[in-house]
């Protein structure tokens, strides 16, 4: 079966959701561990080009997923329901979440 747009949008959301919220805890994580951070410049040459990979591959991935899992009927059917709309919201309030916590962490860590 193939997905409907509802259900893909839904994985979209989710994903995305998903995204900022592991991509908002490794920047606290790196803001505190120097180890960590070193670990990401290795990689790349810059801690902040390894982070950006990583947003693009998490997202990809859990798209990938979703996608894969949509193709069950189950869970294609729970996608649908009231799903968009609370996945959107989630998604905006996840954003806000981690964009103020790390505003937090930020001024913790560097006034």
Not at 16 to 37: C, D, M, N, P
Not at 43 to 67: N, Q, V
Request: charge should be positive; charged fraction near 10%.
């Amino acid at each position: 079966m193939r997905p409907s747009g509802v259900v893909r949008f839904t994985s979209y959301c989710i994903a995305a959701t998903v995204t900022i919220f592991l991509i908002g805890l490794l920047t606290i994580v790196h803001e505190y561990s120097g180890q960590f951070r070193q670990i990401l410049v290795s990689l790349t040459g810059h801690h902040w080009t390894t982070m950006s990979i990583l947003t693009g591959l998490i997202f990809i991935g859990l798209i990938f997923i979703f996608s894969v899992a949509s193709r069950s009927e189950r869970i294609a059917e729970w996608m649908k329901a009231d799903k968009p709309f609370l996945w959107s919201v989630l998604l905006v309030i996840v954003t806000f979440l981690m964009t103020g916590l790390n505003l937090v962490v930020y001024i913790l860590h560097y006034f």
